[in-house]
Structure formats: structure tokens, C-alpha cells
């Protein structure tokens, strides 16, 4: 975890990686609940006898699932002292090059884009790049929008 006393104290270092989270193991057992919570069934992702024989020879993640992880990777990877709040403002880019096993263990790189002071704090625009344990290519890589207020 890297700490900043103030949002300002990022300002210096946009156009550099800034942290890196915690890793996060990607179970069955969440797969299965996202699946119940968001409504998408899709085989690939919760049968484990019909994925065996799918392309990529188990059940994998759904991307949206894999996206969403973002916050938990964000709380591990930094903590701003003087944020009271933060939110998500949105996402300018997303891209999946490659599939999340069921049983993977990914984490977040941020690198800070941009930096712009807003009324009570500031905008951050990162690029998250998720990898997964023991793979070359990245699972997800996002441009990430969020204010912090202070």
C-alpha cells in the first residue's frame, strides 16, 4: 500500500506508475455469484464439465466481474490521508486481452494519467493494468476515472 498525505501530493506524478494492489484469488464461488447477481449464465463461466471442453479448457471470469475488482485493487494498492470521498466518475477505455481461469490470482498496476483539480478536490484518470499470476499478457487493461474529494 502506498500512502499520500494529500491528493495534491499526485499531482507531481502523472505520466508515472504510481502503485500496485494486493493480489486477489478469482474462485468458482465468485464467478458463480456474479453470475446470479448480474443474471448472465453463459456456460463458459459456471459449468465446469462443458468449459473442460470449451476453448479454454475451464470456466473463466466474466469480464465485467474482472472489472469490477477495480475498487478492491484501488483500496490495496493507495490511500490518499485528506480524501473524505471518493468516487467513480467513469471509464474512458477498457480492453479483456485475455481470459481469467476460474482459480486465478490477479492484481492492479495504476499508472496516474492525469491530475485535475476540481471544486474540493480532484480528478484522477489512471490506467489500470491487471495481471494474472504467471501470464504474460495483461486480463484487463482500463482507463479508470475517479474524484477524490477532500
Known amino acids: 500500500m502506498r500512502t499520500f498525505a494529500k491528493a495534491t501530493d499526485l499531482q507531481p ?3 508515472q506508475p ?38 479454454f479448457g475451464t470456466t473463466i471470469a466474466h469480464g465485467f466481474l474482472t472489472l469490477s475488482l477495480l475498487p478492491e485493487m484501488g483500496a490495496s494498492a493507495m490511500e490518499v490521508l ?15 486481452p485475455s481470459p481469467v481461469p476460474a482459480g486465478s490470482r490477479l492484481r492492479g498496476h ?20 491487471m495481471e494474472r499470476e504467471g501470464s504474460p ?6 482507463e479508470s476515472v475517479a474524484r477524490r474529494f477532500t
Not at 456474479?34 to 443474471?39: D, I, K, L, S
Not at 485528506?82 to 479483456?96: A, Q, S
Not at 499478457?137 to 482500463?142: L, S
Open 110 to 129: 495504476f499508472k496516474l494519467l492525469s491530475y485535475e483539480p476540481i471544486d474540493s478536490g480532484a480528478q484522477l484518470t489512471m490506467e489500470v493494468t
Open 13 to 15: 506524478l502523472v505520466g
Open 137 to 142: 499478457k495483461p486480463v484487463c487493461v482500463a
Open 82 to 96: 485528506d480524501t473524505k470521498m471518493g468516487v467513480n466518475y467513469g471509464l474512458n477505455r477498457v480492453r479483456f
Open 18 to 55: 504510481i502503485a500496485s494492489s494486493d493480489w486477489i484469488t478469482v474462485t468458482q464461488e465468485r464467478i458463480d455469484q456474479f453470475a446470479q447477481a448480474t443474471g448472465d449464465h453463459q456456460w463458459i463461466h459456471i459449468d465446469p464439465v462443458r468449459a473442460a471442453a470449451g476453448p
